[in-house]
């Protein structure tokens, strides 16, 4: 059974920073074969693909130069480092995993995702 935990998250004010860790388990085939990343979902709006990492690395425009994604494959983790955190940026943020070559502008999307964490919420105050 595969299990995607997501740590990290909290509540910060606006220009602060914060750190998102997801860890994997029972995945059938080593940790580097799947690539990963991260969507988020505000209240009342669709989910949206953030960043995620695999042969390439793909950031929304909305994130780039704030957000930086890594990943430790021998820990079997993916991290997502956030500075210069805005309002807009407060959601709940979902780690998830998925084939081999979906990360990327065209396909970062949640329907690409085979498994997903629980959620951790990110709030940012003004």
């Known amino acids: 059974q595969v299990q995607v935990v997501e740590s990290g998250g909290g509540s910060v004010q606006a220009g602060g920073s914060l750190s998102l860790s997801c860890t994997v388990s029972?995945?059938?085939?080593?940790?580097?074969?799947?690539?990963m990343g991260w969507f988020r979902q505000a209240p009342g709006k669709e989910r949206e693909g953030v960043s995620c990492?695999?042969?390439?690395?793909y950031y929304a425009d909305s994130v780039k130069e704030r957000f930086t994604i890594s990943r430790d494959n021998a820990k079997n983790t993916l991290y997502l480092e956030m500075n210069s955190l805005k309002p807009e940026d407060t959601a709940m943020y979902y780690c998830?995993?998925?084939?081999?070559?979906?990360?990327?502008?065209?396909?970062?999307?949640?329907?690409?995702?085979?498994?997903w964490g629980q959620g951790t919420q990110v709030t940012v105050s003004s």
């Open positions: 998830a995993v998925t084939q081999y070559g979906y990360c990327s502008a065209s396909w970062w999307f949640p329907s690409a995702a085979n498994y």
């Open positions: 029972g995945l059938r085939l080593s940790f580097y074969n799947y690539d």
């Open positions: 990492i695999g042969g390439p690395t």
